[in-house]
């Protein structure tokens, strides 16, 4: 069991990162990687509100909508959690967390429809995956994708005072500098030999 958990959370972390790999919550890594602060706290948030929507998520599944035969209806019922999740926590965060609720109220609508958190989600559904597994594999894409958003950030800061071409400022440098990032994730999947 502790080597499949592991597994689970080398697999998805690293190899099968859920923005570089499966390309899911690209808005979010784009948009909220503009310094290593705002990634930190994006990648924070999105540690609890994945972790939490795999939990809960994977429960309701395996208690809820498989026993009564409405699995059909999970995509739907998922979107509700992971907005009721995301709205608890920017209520929670106005009131404990003030110095950050800008940040947060700046990104909530991103993340309240997240498909990176709906991912998540949906794929542990159609894996059959319990609520430990569910709970595992969500908590290892959260810190994959924290991992992921903050070296981006940290190599976009860099880049701002670099002398770029005129043709790769902005959108292509960014892109580029993903694609390379998602071509040295790969790379762990030597890991698995």
Not at 64 to 90: E, M, Y
Not at 131 to 148: D, H, I, R
Not at 157 to 181: V, Y
Request: proline share 2%; aromatic share 8%; charged share 10%.
């Amino acid at each position: 069991m502790n080597e499949n958990i592991l597994l689970i959370i080398l697999t998805t972390a690293l190899i099968n990162n859920i923005v570089l790999g499966q390309f899911l919550g690209i808005s979010t890594f784009m948009g909220a990687s503009t310094s290593i602060k705002t990634a930190g706290i994006m990648g924070g948030t999105m540690i609890v509100i994945i972790t939490l929507t795999a939990a809960v998520t994977g429960a309701i599944f395996e208690f809820v909508l498989q026993p009564l035969g409405i699995v059909f209806l999970s995509t739907f019922i998922f979107i509700a959690i992971i907005v009721g999740i995301v709205k608890a926590l920017s209520l929670l965060v106005k009131q404990y967390a003030k110095k950050h609720v800008h940040i947060v109220e700046m990104y909530w609508p991103i993340l309240a429809l997240n498909c990176a958190i709906l991912g998540v989600t949906v794929i542990n559904a159609r894996m059959g995956n319990g609520v430990l597994t569910s709970t595992v594999n969500g908590l290892a894409a959260a810190v994959g994708f924290s991992v992921v958003i903050i070296i981006f950030a940290a190599v976009r800061e860099r880049i701002t005072h670099d002398d770029i071409p005129l043709s790769f400022r902005g959108m292509p440098i960014l892109l580029l500098t993903a694609g390379l990032m998602a071509m040295a994730f790969y790379g762990f999947s030597v890991l698995l030999f």
